[in-house]
């Protein structure tokens, strides 16, 4: 069964940094793209960030464009976003999803979850 876990969030003043973390089992992470996510109270889903397979590519949200960065370990089976100058428009819960593609430019849905980890950005 594959599970995804995040981890890494938390409360962080405007201008702090988070790194978020993605653990999975049963499933290899390095093979096939990964995506970061988020959703705020009263909005809609959005994609942060994506990883294609095998470092095919990488794609950010233009609000978090040169403050986030992400990256996979794969001896660790782990993607991480490092985000920097953290905003308090970036407050949400944030959520890891993969699947069995390799492009971040698929369109189609991303398979697996977690559960979600939340980041709250405030002073």
């Known amino acids: 069964q594959v599970q995804l876990v995040e981890s890494g969030g938390g409360l962080v003043q405007p201008g702090g940094s988070l790194r978020l973390s993605c653990a999975a089992s049963?499933?290899?992470?390095?093979?096939?793209?990964v995506g970061w996510f988020r959703q705020a109270p009263g909005k809609e889903r959005e994609r942060v960030s994506c990883?294609?397979?095998?470092?095919?590519?990488?794609y950010y949200l233009d609000s978090v464009k040169g403050r986030f960065t992400i990256s996979r370990d794969n001896a660790k089976n782990t993607v991480y976003l490092q985000m920097n100058n953290l905003k308090p428009e970036d407050t949400a819960v944030y959520y890891c999803?993969?699947?069995?593609?390799?492009?971040?430019?698929?369109?189609?849905?991303?398979?697996?979850w977690g559960q979600g980890t939340q980041v709250t950005v405030s002073s």
């Open positions: 999803a993969t699947g069995r593609h390799f492009y971040c430019s698929d369109s189609s849905p991303y398979d697996y």
């Open positions: 049963a499933f290899t992470l390095g093979a096939y793209r």
């Open positions: 990883i294609g397979g095998s470092g095919r590519s990488t």
